[in-house]
Nanobody, 114 residues
Framework: VQLQASGGGLVQPGGSLRLSCAAS????????MEWHRQAPGKEREFVAQ???????RYADSVRFRFVISRDNAKNTVYLQMNRLKPEDTAVYYC?????????WGQGTLVTVSS
């Protein structure tokens, strides 16, 4: 299983970005796709999660600002990030969990700065 994340970049505070992560290989139905992030000098933290049926969960820090979605036909997960803050600056990683295993993408850098 391979995951390719894209969409990161530099954005001003209050702006928006949309991340994408495409999974390939042996992808099974019923998986869980997630976004995590790691800010400089900090541990990786959970951001958002979406089940194959569409149920979602968010970290309190991004609730009501970020929206996770997925396209099961394309094995792709998205993260729409709105009203971005400097503290959202981090490398964002996607993951897919299936049949007891978790696979990680390579990460995409998001920098929120004026």
């Amino acid at each position: 299983v391979q995951l390719q994340a894209s969409g990161g970049g530099l954005v001003q505070p209050g702006g928006s970005l949309r991340l994408s992560c495409a999974a390939s290989g042996n992808i099974f139905s019923g998986n869980i796709m997630e976004w995590h992030r790691q800010a400089p000098g900090k541990e990786r933290e959970f951001v958002a999660q979406i089940f194959s049926g569409g149920s979602v969960r968010y970290a309190d820090s991004v609730r009501f600002r970020f929206v996770i979605s997925r396209d099961n036909a394309k094995n792709t997960v998205y993260l729409q990030m709105n009203r971005l803050k400097p503290e959202d600056t981090a490398v964002y990683y996607c993951s897919v969990s299936q049949r007891g295993d978790r696979y990680w993408g390579q990460g995409t850098l998001v920098t929120v700065s004026s």
